[in-house]
């Protein structure tokens, strides 16, 4: 059997030079069940790395495996920032089993992830073997490859524990019925990942880092083995060595990019700086359709260039986290006196464009809406300053009432949405019209040809898998799980100096009183840091934390005054861990399913 897919360019030159696209082939050669990943034009598995060319191509493939599950015909893919919809920071636009309780063991997304993350395996053990034994390349380069495959068969074995908590390890290439191992511990996954990212660290052939341009930037370095065997270190909380691992990341070179003052933050995620000194490890993405990032499909909007789904949204909660600038929580009521009192549903008045209609009137008071509090000529400007002031993030990670958004032509988030205007600007579109949620602006493209967008298919933008601030912020936590609460504010402030906010312990609002508020404080500084980026779903894994931060009595996918559109259900403790797909455990009778689910 030949199941054909198609291979994303890899980043290979200065600038946009790529690798070839290739047509890769997960072939059956000699043995119909090998599991071997082999070039265009069928070469026979026992020769995919006898020249040199072929070793550059077969290592191509297995970081392919990073792209697998990305594509462009429906919102199923695994580009991490699908995960958000499943975290505090973010929202799904319509029901998603996960939340409304109505996920089973015949998931498809746990299927989809658990079979994508193995091919990437056996795509690296495939490379970790037989470059060694065939290829004819430099000793270099293979000792160097070799540690890449260590580096990538880690990520994905890292991927598979955080979800699943214990799944089977497999080292060699295997046939498929030889997939028959039963799952390891948790704790030996852990293990596992750290001996690859181990391995890698010490391979003298491999980079500290690449600097930008360098033709091999893109892949694998020690400062990214590092930065990711200091997670994998945060998992098992041995917080010592995840701090030694931190440092060593600092010290390869790598550091938060302020290049811009205080347009950092929202500049770091333009294409001109995806190869700055904090991009530590990222998918690689082109200026092509079909082989970039799914980003501008799902989280853009009907105004976006391509005209978008929205499907992913952010919620309610995370946008009222970020802070005012003095460091002073940010508080409605302080905005719109009397406002957390009144009932969720009546503070949709506050949120009402200006100068509505006859019509528009009539339909807010049907809902039950008291027009005395709403301004005609005014509302707006009222709830302006609600965004006012706050940490700079905000509004480069969300598009907010009034806000001006520069899709194919300059457009304004007003609600009530109109399909005409008599305004100069049009409304933002969005495919929930009769919703009002908060927009992302993240890694959703700009202007109808400012980076040559041709359509929604098109994400020329890398996605960043580690990067600097993310290992700052998990530094902050290790060393404040040790007890160095000084130590750890310090890099607390670092990522709080570039978001434009106060420093911690500047000022009454702003004082660390202990090792408990620190660690509340370094976890809503993760939560507004990287909206979009796919870490907060894992982080609130991580910190068993989901239940009160996502599930808690009356939340849901809201729209922006926090009515509940679909509420949320816990099913049990049992979703900290996602479910063996029952297709595998039909397929190896040796996988046992973890506790709680049920058919």
């Not at 019209?433 to 993240?442: A, D």
């Given at each position: 059997?030949?199941?054909?897919?198609?291979?994303?360019?890899?980043?290979?030159?200065?600038?946009?030079?790529?690798?070839?696209?290739?047509?890769?082939?997960?072939?059956?050669?000699?043995?119909?069940?090998?599991?071997?990943?082999?070039?265009?034009?069928?070469?026979?598995?026992?020769?995919?790395?006898?020249?040199?060319?072929?070793?550059?191509?077969?290592?191509?493939?297995?970081?392919?495996?990073?792209?697998?599950?990305?594509?462009?015909?429906?919102?199923?893919?695994?580009?991490?920032?699908?995960?958000?919809?499943?975290?505090?920071?973010?929202?799904?636009?319509?029901?998603?089993?996960?939340?409304?309780?109505?996920?089973?063991?015949?998931?498809?997304?746990?299927?989809?992830?658990?079979?994508?993350?193995?091919?990437?395996?056996?795509?690296?053990?495939?490379?970790?073997?037989?470059?060694?034994?065939?290829?004819?390349?430099?000793?270099?380069?293979?000792?160097?490859?070799?540690?890449?495959?260590?580096?990538?068969?880690?990520?994905?074995?890292?991927?598979?524990?955080?979800?699943?908590?214990?799944?089977?390890?497999?080292?060699?290439?295997?046939?498929?019925?030889?997939?028959?191992?039963?799952?390891?511990?948790?704790?030996?996954?852990?293990?596992?990942?750290?001996?690859?990212?181990?391995?890698?660290?010490?391979?003298?052939?491999?980079?500290?880092?690449?600097?930008?341009?360098?033709?091999?930037?893109?892949?694998?370095?020690?400062?990214?083995?590092?930065?990711?065997?200091?997670?994998?270190?945060?998992?098992?909380?041995?917080?010592?060595?995840?701090?030694?691992?931190?440092?060593?990341?600092?010290?390869?070179?790598?550091?938060?990019?302020?290049?811009?003052?205080?347009?950092?933050?929202?500049?770091?995620?333009?294409?001109?700086?995806?190869?700055?000194?904090?991009?530590?490890?990222?998918?690689?993405?082109?200026?092509?359709?079909?082989?970039?990032?799914?980003?501008?499909?799902?989280?853009?909007?009907?105004?976006?260039?391509?005209?978008?789904?929205?499907?992913?949204?952010?919620?309610?909660?995370?946008?009222?986290?970020?802070?005012?600038?003095?460091?002073?929580?940010?508080?409605?009521?302080?905005?719109?006196?009397?406002?957390?009192?009144?009932?969720?549903?009546?503070?949709?008045?506050y949120f009402l464009r200006n100068n509505l209609t006859a019509a528009?009137?009539?339909?807010?008071?049907?809902?039950?809406?008291?027009?005395?509090?709403?301004?005609?000529?005014?509302?707006?400007?009222?709830?302006?300053?609600?965004?006012?002031?706050?940490?700079?993030?905000?509004?480069?990670?969300?598009?907010?009432?009034?806000?001006?958004?520069?899709?194919?032509?300059?457009?304004?988030?007003?609600?009530?949405?109109?399909?005409?205007?008599?305004?100069?600007?049009?409304?933002?579109?969005?495919?929930?019209?009769?919703?009002?949620?908060?927009?992302?602006?993240?890694?959703?493209?700009?202007?109808?040809?400012?980076?040559?967008?041709?359509?929604?298919?098109?994400?020329?933008?890398?996605?960043?898998?580690?990067?600097?601030?993310?290992?700052?912020l998990m530094w902050a936590e290790a060393l404040n799980e040790l007890?160095?609460?000084?130590?750890?504010?310090?890099?607390?402030?670092?990522?709080?100096?570039?978001?434009?906010?106060?420093?911690?312990?500047?000022?009454?609002?702003?004082?660390?009183?202990?090792?408990?508020?620190?660690?509340?404080?370094?976890?809503?500084?993760?939560?507004?840091?990287?909206?979009?980026?796919?870490?907060?779903?894992?982080?609130?894994?991580?910190?068993?934390?989901?239940?009160?931060?996502?599930?808690?009595?009356?939340?849901?996918v809201k729209q922006i005054w926090g009515t509940v559109v679909t509420?949320?259900?816990?099913?049990?403790?049992?979703?900290?861990?996602?479910?063996?797909?029952?297709?595998?455990?039909?397929?190896?009778?040796?996988?046992?399913?973890?506790?709680?689910?049920?058919?």
């Open positions: 059997m030949k199941l054909n897919i198609t291979l994303s360019k890899v980043k290979s030159g200065l600038g946009k030079l790529r690798f070839p696209v290739l047509a890769l082939a997960l072939l059956t050669s000699c043995d119909p069940d090998l599991l071997d990943t082999e070039p265009y034009g069928s070469v026979a598995s026992g020769n995919m790395w006898t020249t040199d060319n072929l070793t550059n191509l077969g290592m191509t493939g297995v970081y392919h495996g990073l792209r697998l599950g990305i594509n462009t015909g429906d919102a199923s893919n695994r580009e991490l920032y699908h995960y958000d919809r499943l975290g505090m920071s973010g929202q799904p636009r319509g029901a998603d089993a996960f939340l409304t309780g109505t996920v089973t063991v015949s998931n498809g997304t746990a299927s989809s992830v658990w079979s994508e993350l193995y091919e990437g395996i056996h795509r690296a053990n495939d490379a970790i073997k037989n470059i060694a034994l065939k290829s004819p390349s430099s000793a270099e380069k293979k000792a160097r490859y070799t540690a890449e495959a260590k580096f990538l068969r880690a990520y994905y074995y890292f991927r598979l524990n955080q979800l699943f908590k214990g799944v089977p390890v497999y080292l060699e290439p295997v046939s498929l019925d030889e997939l028959t191992k039963g799952r390891e511990t948790e704790e030996k996954v852990w293990e596992q990942v750290i001996a690859d990212l181990t391995d890698a660290i010490n391979e003298p052939a491999l980079p500290l880092k690449y600097a930008k341009g360098n033709t091999n930037f893109g892949h694998v370095t020690k400062g990214a083995a590092y930065a990711l065997r200091g997670k994998a270190y945060m998992y098992t909380k041995q917080w010592q060595l995840a701090v030694t691992d931190f440092q060593n990341v600092k010290t390869a070179g790598y550091k938060l990019f302020t290049d811009a003052g205080a347009d950092s933050y929202r500049l770091l995620f333009k294409l001109a700086n995806e190869q700055s000194d904090e991009m530590i490890f990222s998918i690689q993405h082109m200026d092509q359709s079909g082989y970039g990032s799914t980003t501008q499909f799902f989280c853009g909007n009907r105004s976006s260039a391509g005209s978008c789904w929205n499907i992913f949204l952010i919620s309610p909660d995370v946008v009222e986290l970020y802070e005012n600038k003095d460091g002073s929580k940010f508080n409605w009521d302080k905005i719109i006196p009397g406002y957390s009192a009144m009932p969720v549903n009546k503070r949709e008045v528009e009137i009539t339909a807010m008071t049907a809902k039950g809406l008291d027009m005395s509090l709403y301004l005609p000529t005014g509302n707006e400007q009222r709830v302006l300053q609600a965004y006012e002031n706050r940490d700079l993030r905000l509004k480069a990670n969300v598009i907010t009432p009034y806000s001006d958004y520069n899709g194919i032509t300059p457009t304004i988030s007003r609600w009530p949405y109109r399909t005409t205007s008599n305004t100069v600007i049009p409304d933002l579109r969005t495919d929930t019209g009769n919703l009002f949620y908060y927009l992302h602006r993240k890694f959703v493209y700009e202007g109808a040809a400012g980076v040559e967008i041709v359509n929604r298919a098109y994400g020329p933008i890398d996605f960043p898998l580690i990067r600097y601030a993310d290992v700052l007890g160095s609460t000084t130590e750890a504010t310090a890099l607390v402030n670092e990522v709080r100096a570039r978001a434009g906010i106060a420093l911690l312990n500047s000022s009454a609002a702003t004082t660390v009183t202990g090792q408990a508020d620190l660690r509340q404080r370094i976890r809503n500084e993760r939560r507004v840091e990287f909206v979009n980026e796919g870490i907060d779903y894992f982080d609130e894994l991580r910190w068993q934390s989901l239940k009160e931060s996502v599930f808690y009595t009356g939340n849901g509420p949320y259900i816990w099913q049990g403790d049992y979703l900290y861990k996602w479910p063996v797909p029952q297709v595998e455990i039909e397929r190896n009778s040796n996988l046992l399913q973890n506790p709680g689910w049920q058919n």
